[in-house]
Each structure stands twice: as C-alpha cells, then as structure tokens.
C-alpha cells in the first residue's frame, strides 16, 4: 500500500493501521483496568446509532443500533463501555476537527507555554502527539521551538496535519506502534494525547505503546473529560460509543502504576464542560509528584462516583420544554452537531418535529442528518432566518457561543442549555444571578 504524500509514513510493523481495526463489537467481561469481575450497570443509554456518522438527506439505509450501556468496576471504580463498537466503524473516517473549535485551540495556546516552562522542555526536544487529529496541538508546539511528530488513524484529519507540515504515521496507538517507533530510536521529550486516551479498547495495549518509547525524563500529558465533573453536571451526553472509558484520578494512578509511572500533577479546566490534564512519567524520572494528586483521589472518594439518577428526569424536562415551545409556535434550532449531542438527541427521543435543523460550520456534516434522529444539518454561516430558540448541543463552549451570539441573544432570540440543568440562556450582563442564568 501506497500513500502519496512522503511526510506520512505508515510504520513499518504489523499490524498497519488498517487490520488494527476491528470489526466486530467487543463486549466486556472483566475490567479493562484492573481485570475485575464485578462490573455493575451505571447508566444505560439504550440502543443508540453511531452519532458521528452524519447519513446523507437521501440516505434511506437503515442506521445499525449499538448497545450504549455504561458500566463501573467496584474493585478501581472506572466507568466503562459495556460494548465498544467496532473500531473501523468509528474511527475510519471520523469527522472531527480539533482546529475548527476556537476554544480547544485557545486552550493548547495556554497549555503548551506551561507545559514547556513546567518540564523544562526545549528547542529541538521533540513532542510526539498520539492521536493528532490536524495537527492543532503540535503547531503550538512547533511554535515553541519542538521537533513535533503526530500518531492518528483517522482519514482525512492526518491529512489535514501533513498539510500543517506535521509528519504523521498513520496508525491507531497501541504496543505495537510503540515497538516500532522504538526501532526507529525516537524518544519523545513530551508524548500527548489530548481527548483520544479515553477512545481505545485496550488501555494497558496504549500505556505500554507509550512506555516503550519513554525516556527517564519523559513526561506523557493525558487530557480528557473528567468523570467527577461529568456525575456533578449531569453531562450523560459525554457517554458516546467511541469513549470506551471516562477517567478519573484514582483508576487512573493504579493503571499507571502497573506500567512503573506514577501521576506527577493534574490540572483542572472548563473545556469541554469539565476537563482535566494529568502528566506522567516513569516512577524513576526526577520530577517530584504534586500532593495535589492525593487530594483529587480523596475527593472522588468524598464525592461517590456511583449515581446519575438526575439524568432521566433532566432529559424529562428537556423534551416536555421543547414540545411547550413548539405548541406555542415557537421554532427551535440545535446550534452545533457534536456526537454527545446525538447521545443526547436520541436518548431523549428527539426529532425533526421538536428541532427543524442543526446548524455547523464543519464541512464533513453539513448537508447531512443527525445520527437516528435524522434532523438536517445546514450551514450556520449561510441561514437565511434565525429561530426564537438554538438548543445548545455544544453547551461545552457555551461562553464563548453567548458571546459569539451576542446579536441574536440581544435581539430576544434564547438558548437552552440542557446541562447541568435544563435552562434558558439569555445575554449574560441582563440576568440576575452569578452565573447568568435563568431558571425556564
Ligand atoms: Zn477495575
């Protein structure tokens, strides 16, 4: 097999990046941490499509249902996937694109001058980013100075990166990956895996991929939504069938601790509603652990990360608001069409009758339908008429979408928010209250 670009090399090992892919569902039967037993129901989402594949408005195939059922482990305590779909399925051409969300990229602008200050990174040490996407985080790298090289699978979005200037292999992450870079002698400085380290089937194959392609001063950077965060906000649109895991600090520490690494510092923020940023490095590198590390596990302890019986009655309300809406004459839109929002568009059962289109600026799902539900997705840059009302589907970047709305909300147009709590949104500085929201 060929590729005609020379900056992206697919490594030269087997598997390659396309027999890594499954296809078939991998149902757990034990823990994908700790090889538990005793996995219990979390959450049960019911048989739901898979939400990033946008079919086309004359696309009258039916859309295969996977199981999308949540599980915890009681002996480590991380949330799981009961069923993985297949990873061809999910991942071949997925549609994603980190640079087109202005918060992300404003985000790795911030994170990337602290990790280099923090780890002491410098000219010419080189960041390797596994699941690269386009390349976004690595520029800010590259910006910096590093020799940068990228890790990702999917069509279309490393071609994006090659087209940065980032060399990319072509490759899901695994052992096998870390192998064969390992022959090439590349050490990476810094390894990253922002929002792709909690989509993989097996997380001891990608741990010990990165390990064998550490150093003693290596830091490996892992972001993602953060499981405490996800329970006190009552984001259940976060569970979609390629996050095979939601972490948090605690199944964390004991998964890297098998491999000889232990977690150096965390770092909490608002992106994507609740994120968090842990490093790592192997327990003999010489940088001091953060006590901070401690008090998070405790306080997911405290916090019991065991109930989400407010999701039902949230989607409840949801749906008993949109048909008030409709009843009234009132027309809603969905502002955005992220794969939590068909999580969440299908778990509450919400169609064309309730929402009349979703509007996007990503090209990959404009002119398409969302998953199951099969609302249309139009061009948000290109309406000829605003609705009274957006459902946030992107509620992640609410603030900046206010702000970006200002017009429409100034206007009297509303959001509605559906998490933590179903609400109406106005402009900020017009609302009583801290955090500028109405009750509806
Ligand atoms: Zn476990």
């Not at 090992?13 to 296809?23: G, I, K, N, R």
């Not at 911030?110 to 520029?139: H, M, S, W, Y």
């Not at 965060?229 to 259940?236: C, K, M, W």
């Not at 970047?397 to 100034?410: A, S, V, W």
């Amino acid at each position: 097999m060929c590729y005609p670009c020379p900056r992206t090399i697919l490594l030269p090992f087997s598997p390659d990046h396309t027999s890594a892919y499954t296809h078939t569902n991998m149902k757990r039967k034990s823990c994908m941490n700790c090889g538990g037993q005793e996995l219990h129901e979390f959450l049960d989402l019911k048989p739901q499509p898979n939400g990033n594949r946008f079919p086309g408005p004359t696309d009258a195939e039916a859309e295969p249902l996977y199981p999308m059922s949540m599980l915890v482990c009681t002996a480590c305590w991380l949330v799981q996937i009961a069923e993985f779909p297949p990873s061809a399925l999910l991942f071949e051409d997925h549609p994603y694109i980190t640079g087109v969300n202005v918060p992300v990229v404003e985000h790795f602008k911030r994170l990337v001058p602290r990790l280099v200050k923090r780890f002491e990174l410098q000219p010419n040490d080189l960041a390797l980013d596994i699941g690269c996407n386009d390349g976004t985080l690595l520029k800010e790298f590259a910006a910096s100075g590093l020799q940068v090289l990228g890790v990702d699978p999917c069509k279309g979005t490393w071609e994006l990166a090659r087209q940065a200037g980032v060399t990319v292999f072509r490759t899901f992450w695994n052992r096998a990956a870390g192998e064969a870079l390992s022959r090439l002698s590349v050490v990476p400085d810094i390894i990253t895996s922002t929002a792709s380290f909690y989509h993989v089937p097996d997380l001891h194959d990608f741990v010990a991929g990165v390990d064998l392609v550490m150093g003693p001063k290596t830091i490996f950077m892992v972001q993602g939504v953060y499981l405490k965060n996800l329970i006190e906000r009552n984001q259940f649109d976060h569970f979609y069938h390629e996050h095979s895991c939601v972490h948090s600090v605690g199944p964390l520490r004991r998964l890297f601790a098998e491999h000889g690494m232990r977690i150096l510092d965390l770092e909490f923020s608002e992106l994507h509603g609740g994120s968090f940023v842990v490093t790592v490095a192997k327990n003999e590198s010489p940088w001091a652990t953060d006590p901070a590390v401690e008090e998070a596990i405790k306080a997911e302890e405290q916090a019991g990360l065991n109930s989400l019986d407010r999701v039902r009655d949230n989607a409840d309300r949801l749906v008993a608001m949109l048909r008030a809406l409709k009843a009234d004459g009132k027309r809603v839109f969905a502002l955005g069409a992220p794969v939590k929002g068909s999580t969440l568009l299908n778990f509450c059962g919400i169609g064309p009758d309730l929402i009349e289109c979703a509007t996007e600026i990503n090209v990959r799902k404009i002119g398409r339908l969302m998953p199951g539900t099969r609302i249309p997705i139009v061009d948000e840059t290109a309406l000829t008429s605003q609705p009274d009302y957006y459902l946030v589907l992107t509620w992640n970047f609410l603030e900046f979408l206010r702000q970006r709305y200002d017009g429409f909300l100034r206007a009297g147009g509303r959001f509605i928010a559906p998490v933590p709590e179903v609400s109406i949104v106005g402009p900020a500085e017009r609302l009583p209250g801290a955090n500028g929201r109405n009750s509806p």
